[in-house]
């Protein structure tokens, strides 16, 4: 089992960036494939970009590409968000969660076994 706690939300003008970041402890986070998901008030849990245990292979919704970068730091125990450009369409609540398969690449949220707790950002237009 991983516990994860996510990190860097806040408010920030459109047009400018934030990192969100996702502490995990527990079993080994290298074990884990690992992805982003997010919520808006009102809309369902969506999935935003996923990362394979490696940090190989990189997976992103559309709507994203080219502004957010996931990546992973195996020896910090550590997910990363890094999301540039932000629209205001971006305001949501940002999820991190844990795949037990390795390969990654999952784009439903019943493809991940561990979930933190959110992070909320909010981008004013």
């Known amino acids: 089992q991983v516990q994860l706690v996510e990190s860097g939300g806040g408010l920030v003008q459109a047009g400018g960036s934030l990192r969100l970041s996702c502490a995990a402890s527990?079993?080994?986070?290298?074990?884990?494939?690992m992805g982003w998901f997010r919520q808006a008030p009102g809309k369902e849990r969506e999935f935003v970009a996923a990362?394979?245990?490696?940090?190989?292979?990189?997976y992103y919704t559309n709507s994203v590409k080219g502004r957010f970068t996931i990546s992973r730091d195996n020896a910090k125990n550590t997910l990363y968000l890094q999301m540039n450009s932000l629209k205001p369409e971006d305001t949501a609540a940002y999820y991190c969660?844990?795949?037990?398969?390795?390969?990654?690449?999952?784009?439903?949220?019943?493809?991940?076994?561990?979930w933190g707790q959110g992070t909320r950002v909010t981008v004013s237009s």
């Open positions: 990362i394979s245990w490696s940090g190989f292979n990189t």
């Open positions: 527990g079993r080994t986070f290298s074990s884990y494939a």
């Open positions: 969660a844990a795949d037990r398969n390795i390969i990654g690449g999952s784009r439903l949220t019943s493809g991940y076994d561990y």
